[in-house]
């Protein structure tokens, strides 16, 4: 059972554009969504994550917003750079929880110069 | 610097053939964990430990093993692997167990089992 659903699996966007990527969920016990990159043949590191007390949040040219009634969160890539081209995938667990980080499906990004 | 490492990077092997993976991690941390990643399956958990000699089972244990006996390594061990094991391996740790703390992953291993 996939508790955290990812689209698009896949992302063409020219050099300057914005990249939309999109994730929901169904645990209302999660409130730490967290957004990692992961660029070939390198691990996964975190960019950017996000508690439901506010609705964006906002680092340089990477914005996450958050719906909570929609449980619902997607990241936002400003003016997307030909080395933003990476696979992305959203996150989410329960504060304290040591067990449960549920990956999403991933997005492989290509932003064309 | 700060990392965790991996080894091996690359690994082919036949099944029923005990392999260890293994993780170390430089900056202290409490928690480390073994994740897989599988296309169109994100990563999933395999095994997590909360401190030495404190491990447990994450969403995928089946067909693998754990040790925690010093706090910066965590082996990976796949006593007899099977082809459904083939996968990206990716160990990460941070600094206490709270899942809402940063992960700093490996670089990976990438398995296959014949």
């Known amino acids: 059972q996939q508790q955290v659903k990812q689209s698009p699996q896949s992302l063409i966007v020219q050099k300057g554009g914005i990249s939309i990527i999109n994730c929901a969920y169904e645990?209302?016990?999660?409130?730490?969504f967290p957004w990692y990159q992961q660029f070939p043949g390198k691990g996964p590191a975190l960019l950017i994550a996000?508690?439901?007390?506010?609705s964006e949040k906002k680092e340089g040219r990477f914005t996450i917003s958050f719906n909570k009634s929609a449980k619902q969160f997607s990241l936002h890539i400003m003016d997307s750079q030909p080395g933003d081209s990476a696979t992305y995938f959203c996150?989410?667990?329960?504060?304290?929880?040591?067990?449960?980080?549920?990956f999403g499906s991933g997005t492989q990004l290509t932003v064309l110069p | 610097e700060a990392q965790v490492t991996q080894n091996p990077r690359y690994l082919i092997t036949v099944t029923g053939k005990k392999l260890t993976v293994t993780c170390s991690q430089n900056?202290?941390?409490?928690?480390m964990s073994w994740y897989r990643q599988d296309p169109g399956l994100g990563l999933r958990q395999i095994y997590y430990?909360?401190?030495?000699?404190?491990?447990d089972k994450g969403d995928v244990p089946e067909g693998y093993k754990v040790s925690r006996k010093e706090k910066r390594n965590f082996p990976l061990i796949l006593e007899s692997p099977s082809p459904n094991q083939t996968s990206l391996y990716f160990c990460?740790?941070?600094?206490?167990?709270?899942?809402?703390?940063?992960?700093?992953f490996g670089p990976g291993t990438r398995l296959t089992v014949t």
């Open positions: 990460a740790s941070s600094l206490m167990p709270d899942l809402s703390y940063e992960q700093y």
């Open positions: 645990n209302t016990a999660f409130d730490y």
């Open positions: 996000i508690r439901p007390d506010v």
């Open positions: 996150a989410a667990t329960t504060s304290g929880s040591a067990r449960q980080l549920t």
């Open positions: 900056m202290n941390h409490e928690y």
């Open positions: 430990s909360m401190n030495v000699e404190v491990t």
